[in-house]
């Protein structure tokens, strides 16, 4: 049961949800989005979040497309990870997704809940990051096509209010050689000890990691040494593993230290992975 009463809200266009968002907030609400809710009734039946208002998102054309349009797959923010599995038009992202919880939950988990839900993970952030997709956002401000890999490194307070209306990917990545590992502490559906999708684009390996670090990430400084075919592979990753731009997780799925013994076995998997690959 969920312990607080909250006003709910359908809203039918991108312009209305804005709005109201806006509204809402400017009577002192807090509001929040609803895409598939499993964090919502998750984190709210264990009182660990508190909304005034929730607009539900579900219903908003712009964000249950999923389909390509002139070399451009665009991906609504409001699909789920089951149908982007099903559709399967870009095999990585659906590789990726199939590993975000179990079957059931998968059918309710929003690829827009999933990159900026509370749950650090988003390992649905690391196929479209490779792939250097952008992002549609709306807010006060308007609608703004921005790339991905911006958007996700700004701050979270000047992301605040910011409605996720799809992903757009150009459609020569879709198809490019890829490599998606997860490893997880015990069973095979949980929380990544550490995830990693790749992919390779001509010469160049593009690389994204989740759950090394408290952010999913795709950093350029890691992908230009583990690109740097002067240097042995062991060097490689010896200095890869020197570079992670943010401090590595310490917590009960794994050590540190084990999280770093582990990338470099992952690591080790990718750059053969790839070998084969030509
Ligand atoms: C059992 C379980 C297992 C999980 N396992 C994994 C895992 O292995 N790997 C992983 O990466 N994640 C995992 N997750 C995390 C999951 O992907 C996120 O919790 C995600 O938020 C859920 O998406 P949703 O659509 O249900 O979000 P909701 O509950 O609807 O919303 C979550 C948050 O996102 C915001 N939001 C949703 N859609 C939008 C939008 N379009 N624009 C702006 N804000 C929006 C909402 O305001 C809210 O703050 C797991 C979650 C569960 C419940």
Same mark, same amino acid.
Request: overall charge negative; hydrophobic content about 40%; charged content about 30%.
């Given at each position: 049961?969920?312990?607080?009463?909250?006003? &709910?809200?359908?809203?039918? %266009?991108?312009?209305? %949800?804005?709005?109201? &968002?806006?509204?809402?907030?400017?009577?002192?609400?807090?509001?929040?989005?609803?895409?598939?809710?499993?964090?919502?009734?998750?984190?709210?039946?264990?009182?660990?979040?508190?909304?005034?208002?929730?607009?539900? =998102?579900?219903?908003? /054309?712009?964000?249950? =497309?999923?389909?390509?349009?002139?070399?451009? $797959?665009?991906?609504?923010?409001?699909?789920?990870?089951?149908?982007?599995?099903?559709?399967?038009?870009? /095999?990585?992202?659906?590789?990726?997704?199939?590993?975000?919880?179990?079957?059931?939950?998968?059918?309710?988990?929003?690829?827009?809940?999933?990159?900026?839900?509370?749950? =650090?993970?988003?390992?649905?952030?690391? /196929?479209? $990051?490779?792939?250097?997709?952008?992002?549609?956002?709306?807010?006060?401000?308007?609608?703004?096509?921005?790339?991905?890999?911006?958007?996700?490194?700004?701050?979270?307070?000047?992301?605040?209010?910011?409605?996720?209306?799809?992903?757009?990917?150009? %459609?020569? &990545?879709?198809?490019?050689?890829?490599?998606?590992?997860?490893? %997880?502490?015990?069973?095979?559906?949980? &929380? /990544?000890?550490?995830?990693?999708?790749?992919?390779?684009?001509?010469?160049?390996?593009?690389?994204?990691?989740?759950?090394?670090?408290?952010?999913?990430?795709?950093?350029?400084?890691?992908?230009?040494? $583990?690109?740097?075919?002067?240097?042995?592979?062991?060097?490689?990753?010896?200095?890869?593993?020197?570079?992670?731009?943010?401090?590595? =997780?310490?917590?009960?799925?794994?050590?540190?230290?084990?999280?770093?013994?582990?990338?470099?076995?992952?690591?080790?998997?990718?750059?053969?992975?790839?070998?084969?690959?030509?």
């Amino acid at each position: 049961m969920i312990a607080f009463d909250f006003d &709910y809200y359908k809203p039918e %266009t991108v312009h209305d %949800t804005i709005s109201l &968002y806006e509204d809402l907030k400017n009577k002192g609400k807090k509001v929040m989005y609803y895409g598939g809710g499993t964090e919502f009734i998750t984190m709210s039946r264990m009182n660990n979040i508190y909304a005034d208002a929730i607009l539900d =998102i579900k219903g908003i /054309p712009e964000l249950n =497309i999923c389909k390509i349009k002139e070399e451009k $797959l665009i991906i609504g923010a409001g699909v789920t990870l089951t149908k982007i599995a099903e559709l399967d038009f870009f /095999p990585l992202l659906s590789k990726t997704v199939k590993r975000i919880a179990d079957h059931t939950v998968q059918d309710k988990i929003t690829i827009g809940g999933n990159l900026v839900g509370s749950i =650090i993970y988003k390992e649905a952030a690391l /196929p479209l $990051l490779v792939s250097n997709s952008d992002i549609l956002v709306g807010n006060k401000d308007g609608i703004q096509r921005q790339k991905l890999m911006e958007y996700w490194n700004k701050n979270l307070k000047d992301k605040e209010g910011d409605l996720i209306i799809q992903f757009i990917v150009d %459609t020569r &990545y879709l198809h490019l050689p890829y490599v998606h590992v997860k490893r %997880t502490k015990n069973e095979k559906i949980d &929380y /990544p000890l550490i995830s990693i999708a790749a992919l390779k684009d001509g010469d160049r390996i593009n690389i994204g990691f989740s759950g090394l670090c408290d952010k999913a990430f795709r950093s350029l400084d890691i992908e230009d040494i $583990l690109n740097d075919n002067s240097i042995s592979d062991k060097e490689r990753i010896h200095r890869i593993i020197q570079r992670v731009p943010y401090e590595i =997780i310490e917590d009960i799925y794994g050590t540190c230290k084990y999280r770093k013994f582990m990338l470099s076995k992952m690591l080790e998997e990718i750059v053969d992975e790839f070998r084969e690959d030509i």
